[in-house]
């Protein structure tokens, strides 16, 4: 098992930036792919991104390419999302996922989930 524990969220205005972490514990060997799927209210989730544990390819979805980068800590066993030029429409509740697998962008095969970081941006 691998448990994920998001943080780092919270209210900041439009053009400003966030850098949540995720830290995973337990089986951490176990993971291949960790990424980043924010849910706003009423909405599914959505792809933002994922970074392979090992090489560190990176992949991101549309609305945060070129404003965000999803980077890791092997010492920490942690990934962060560094987030830049938010907008209103970036408030969700970000949660992390990982998987022993590649599912990048398919948020629908991921094995564990954390609880989610709320990310409020005002405009």
């Known amino acids: 098992q691998v448990q994920l524990v998001e943080s780092g969220g919270g209210l900041v205005q439009a053009g400003g930036s966030l850098r949540p972490p995720c830290a995973a514990s337990?089986?951490?060997?176990?993971?291949?792919?960790m990424g980043w799927f924010p849910q706003a209210p009423g909405k599914e989730r959505e792809f933002v991104a994922a970074i392979k544990w090992s090489g560190g390819s990176t992949y991101y979805g549309v609305s945060v390419k070129g404003r965000g980068t999803i980077s890791r800590d092997y010492a920490k066993n942690t990934v962060y999302l560094q987030m830049n030029s938010l907008k209103p429409e970036d408030t969700a509740l970000y949660y992390c996922?990982?998987?022993?697998?590649?599912?990048?962008?398919?948020?629908?095969?991921?094995?564990?989930w954390g609880q989610g970081t709320q990310v409020t941006v005002s405009s």
């Open positions: 996922a990982a998987d022993r697998g590649f599912p990048v962008a398919n948020g629908g095969l991921y094995d564990y």
């Open positions: 337990g089986r951490t060997g176990s993971i291949a792919t």
